[in-house]
Nanobody, 130 residues
Framework: QVQLVETGGGLVQAGGSLRLSCAASGRTFLRYAMGWFRQAPGKELEFVAAISWTGGTTNYADSVKGRFTISRDNAKNTVYLQMNSLKPEDTAGYYC???????????????????????WGQGTQVTVSS
């Protein structure tokens, strides 16, 4: 069983920055690829970023490339999402997720599909004002 708790959301003006954190329980965190997804009201869940369990591979949605950075600290069982140059269209609930099967798929595996992730946090709200 894996528990994920996101923190760091809030209200920020356009052009500002936020850093989201996702703390994970469990001793095998370092074997999980981790992802960030978001969902705006009335819209489907959208992939944002993912990082392999080694940290050596990262994937980003085109809409956030160059603005967002995903990273992880395996010693702290935490994954981060640094969000810079925020735009009103980034407003959404942000969810972190763990892919516990990723270890067996290779050290560079970092899925962009929500279907690959089997544990999810409760989410943290990010609101960007114009």
């Amino acid at each position: 069983q894996v528990q994920l708790v996101e923190t760091g959301g809030g209200l920020v003006q356009a052009g500002g920055s936020l850093r989201l954190s996702c703390a994970a329980s469990g001793r095998t965190f370092l074997r999980y690829a981790m992802g960030w997804f978001r969902q705006a009201p009335g819209k489907e869940l959208e992939f944002v970023a993912a990082i392999s369990w080694t940290g050596g591979t990262t994937n980003y949605a085109d809409s956030v490339k160059g603005r967002f950075t995903i990273s992880r600290d395996n010693a702290k069982n935490t994954v981060y999402l640094q969000m810079n140059s925020l735009k009103p269209e980034d407003t959404a609930g942000y969810y972190c997720a763990a892919d516990t099967g990723s270890y067996y798929r290779g050290s560079s595996y970092a899925s962009t599909s929500g279907h690959e992730y089997d544990y999810w946090g409760q989410g943290t709200q990010v609101t960007v004002s114009s």
